[in-house]
């Protein structure tokens, strides 16, 4: 897994800009893929902040966000999603520490 503290520009099938800060990419072996992991630092109803999910694919210089197709893609993105949460509570709790 790989962390970069950067932002990012999407343009949506609307003609909008949106900017989106990266979270994390990561490859699986078992799917031979490059997902990536981001935010638009909204919020959902229940106050917790969106993170949305990609396939990350090289199209020449550029990269190209498709969609995720399988249950098990999903299945694989939320188990990273939880040891990325745990890891990163983990750290807060070691902030806190004297």
Not at 29 to 34: A, D, K, V
């Amino acid at each position: 897994m790989e962390d970069r503290a950067c932002t990012f520009r999407l343009l949506g099938e609307d003609g909008e800009v949106s900017e989106y800060k990266l979270l994390f990419t990561f490859d699986c072996e078992e799917t031979g893929r490059r997902y990536i992991a981001y935010t638009d630092n909204s919020v959902d109803e229940d106050g917790c902040t969106r993170v949305f999910a990609s396939v990350c694919a090289a199209d020449g210089d550029n990269l190209r966000l498709l969609a995720i197709e399988t249950e098990r893609e999903w299945e694989l993105l939320d188990t990273v999603l939880q040891q990325v949460h745990e890891e990163a509570l983990a750290e807060d709790d070691c902030d806190d520490d004297p």
